[in-house]
């Protein structure tokens, strides 16, 4: 009996000691911390995206200051370039891009198609990345599947430009003043047959207009043309009243030098909407999985969110940052000016409305403009 007591009692007076160094045990590391450890082993990651002097100075400045042990390479070309040379590399064995960033039509067509993607959404780590509650619209997805092309921009894309001293405020205010007689000759539209806005403008006016809108605006002996600035100026110098799928950048230096364009803010119709280039893709099998994880998440935290609205000026959907500044580039944020079932009803972008509407547009296009 006394011996139980005297290990009872020694028990008792160990027992503090025991529970100190139970607390002061270490922590088991956690998924994001054993994620960027592995990520530092593998020393570098690779991404695709578009060409932007901007963007590239912000992701390295940004990504690297974060995380200097992990070499950032950015692939910088435009959409199709950068995922033909993707999908040569995949078919030839050789995994070097790890992410991809860019406008969903050659994701679509490219890269979903041949079945070279991984779901996003595991690449997911941090709170604030993967939280819903954090994200305008939730998370939105481009696929039908709604898990390998991550949209984080979403916005409304003002394509109507015009000289203001050739039209009055108000003459135009739907899509279908663009059929009045007085336009005749004096439109400019940027070339429906190749990708990029030109494309996306005609998809959505097909998708809410029908294809005897097209036929009749085609027949208004518009300006057709691939050089943004030749269409811009055309508009800026009077040789055209309008413009359309000409942005704020082609206009801006026309703006600076103080001639009269203008931007049609409003539509009774409205403008389309969509993510712009503000996508983002997991290459399969990629090289460097978890510097990609690492990347995936810094872009899509508040930091790198920032710097990308930034550089592209294209707002993003998370609700911490400032994107309405973004109209005055003729890209108001859908968070800011729609509500999410708003935005389903105008969004160009989606593998849905390439499939059933941009393809058609494009045949389209190319019978009226031959």
Known sequence: MSCCRIFLAGYLLLWPALLVAQTNKPAAPSEWERTVDLAKKEARVVVSVPTSAELRKEFDGGFQKAFP?????????????????????????????????????????????????????????????????????????????????????????????????????????????????????????????????????????????????????????????RNLRQLGEAVARGKSAVSIGVSYYTYLPFIK????????????????????????????????????????????????????????????RRFDIDTKWTKEYGHPAAKDFLTPEKFDELENSSEEVIVNYRKPAMALAEKLFR
Not at 74 to 100: F, P, T, Y
Not at 124 to 136: G, I
Not at 148 to 170: C, D
Not at 283 to 311: D, I
């Open 257 to 316: 030098a103080g001639l009269p364009v203008k931007s049609i803010s409003t539509l009774k119709e409205g403008y389309y909407a969509g993510s712009g280039s503000g996508n983002l893709v997991v290459l399969k099998n990629a090289a460097h999985p978890n510097a990609a994880k690492v990347f995936v998440n810094w872009l899509l935290s508040k930091e790198g969110q920032s710097a990308a609205t930034k550089a592209l000026g294209q707002p993003t």
């Open 69 to 225: 042990a992990i070499e950032l390479e950015l692939n910088v070309a435009r959409g199709a370039g950068n995922i033909n040379k993707i999908v040569e590399e995949q078919s030839a064995g050789v995994r070097n891009v790890d992410l991809h960033i860019g406008g969903t039509t050659s994701i679509v067509t490219g890269l979903l198609a041949q079945n070279l993607l991984d779901p996003v959404m595991p690449t997911m780590l941090l709170a604030e990345v993967k939280d819903p509650k954090q994200w305008w619209g939730g998370h939105i997805w481009a696929d039908n599947a709604k898990k390998y092309i991550y949209s984080f921009n979403a916005y409304i894309t003002e394509t109507i430009w015009y000289n203001s001293t050739l039209v009055k405020p108000g003459e135009i205010s739907s899509w279908d003043s663009l059929l009045d007689p007085k336009w005749k000759g004096k439109i400019a539209i940027l070339d429906p047959r190749t990708p990029g806005s030109g494309e996306s403008n005609w998809a959505f006016l097909l998708k809410i207009k029908g294809e005897p809108f097209l036929a009749r605006l085609a027949a208004q002996e518009m300006m057709v043309g």
